[in-house]
């Protein structure tokens, strides 16, 4: 189970000024705590400022200029990710691609040329979300076929299955199937896929924040159980970051150290 | 997910001594305050004192006067097991039988003769613990042929796959083998069969008590998730507690709402 920081949204206002002057500091301050805190990756949602894909290179580059850590391109503007990938140095994973036409023909090519991990959305073609574990697994079919078709080693897909948020009518028991999805993804694929989630979705909404971390550390080891590889989590929750190492822990084929919990 | 309080232990020496004197006081205060904590059922662990198999009737009665959850009565003695359903005027459940064949005769029989639910630790006939997945399932095989052929509706049977201290040298993985080994019981048995797990055995033996608190928290959704039905455990440890109920919140069929987390 490997942690990406989920921290690094454009969305925030403090972010936004700073990509907009083109400051460095902010962004990279807040990488090295990212850093600190476990991230094992980092996720670059790059949110409005993808309009000028720009934006994305200079947020690469001051990014990497601080860490080594693989950097995942997270933007619907095709531009932008390809940006993206044209600035870095260092491991760079687009995030992502989904059965929306637009993007299949113009992100599928940025995995093939550049022969980056791309992150696929189990997504319908209209973005919305399957209602059920049978819809899901469908999805991971299509995109299989896709980025075949695109000439894309498939070995190179890491598939998001969609954490649903709780407060959906059938969040909850979405979030359960997701569980079986990514249990069931290798053999209905025939390799060992990777799979990635955010944790961030099951709690998004309105809450009391001390239930919402609750809900974060319980649902997490039950991912961790189900095989995922990648969890994109806010890496500030100190008590989420516990568990997903307390998981790999448990998971570990190695012996068992209290030292390493 | 039930919540079964383990910590009505005789062990505990303020406990021994009111058994010993049977002053039903202290028993009584310590589950109300299981109770409180949000125990569903009471393990009565007697111990030491289950030479004694009238200890085990006095321990019964006194709980059964403060509440009326059910009782596991947990005890390696057959007598102290029937004294106490004897003693009993609510929910009794016997806790339990292994394919150690002394425990087969004797205990066996009460289940049958008190028509109560019976608890069958997956331990070989020697006590020792299978040391793989294949191991447990060839023992709950012949568990389930014991309790046929001892005439026991097997839907009375609760399969307990044994959790194993992450102590030991392969603890954890045995602890991921016992998530399949839940997960299978169902489909292997050919019917519903419930499963209840020990969730201190898990971080039995020294350790820093936070690690072990995160851990517990991190095993239990992944036990749940797995369908375990009742979790065996100490109840004032209340992060575990929540996250026990959290895990029903998630698992729920219902219509998810923040206030019954």
Request: charged share 20%; net charge negative.
């Amino acid at each position: 189970l490997f942690i990406v920081a989920d921290n690094i949204q454009i969305t925030n206002k403090l972010l936004e000024k700073a990509v907009r002057k083109e400051d460095p500091y902010p962004i990279q301050q807040l990488v090295k705590k990212c850093e600190s805190a476990g991230a094992e990756a980092i996720d670059i949602n790059s949110g409005p400022v993808s309009q000028n894909p720009g934006k994305m290179a200079f947020l690469v580059q001051v990014i990497q200029d601080v860490t080594d850590l693989p950097v995942l391109l997270d933007s619907a503007n095709p531009k932008a990710i390809e940006a993206g990938l044209k600035a870095s140095n260092k491991t760079a994973i687009i995030n992502g691609v989904s059965l929306e036409p637009v993007k299949l023909e113009s992100i599928l090519p940025l995995a093939k040329e550049y022969g980056t991990d791309i992150i696929g959305y189990l997504l319908n073609p209209d973005s919305s979300v399957p209602p059920d574990m049978t819809g899901r697994l469908n999805v991971a079919v299509e995109l299989f076929k896709k980025c075949l078709d695109a000439g894309i080693d498939t070995e190179k897909l890491i598939i998001d299955p969609i954490v649903a948020p709780v407060i959906w009518q059938d969040g909850n028991i979405q979030d359960m199937e997701v569980l079986n999805v990514i249990r069931q993804l290798p053999d209905l694929l025939g390799f060992p896929v990777r799979t990635i989630a955010g944790l961030s979705n099951l709690t998004t909404g309105k809450g009391i924040k001390e239930k919402k971390l609750l809900l974060e550390r319980t649902y997490l080891p039950m991912l961790a159980a189900s095989g995922l590889n990648y969890i994109l989590m806010n890496v500030f929750h100190l008590e989420s970051v516990k568990t997903a190492v307390a998981c790999r822990e448990l998971m570990s084929n190695g012996i068992f150290t209290w030292e390493s919990v």
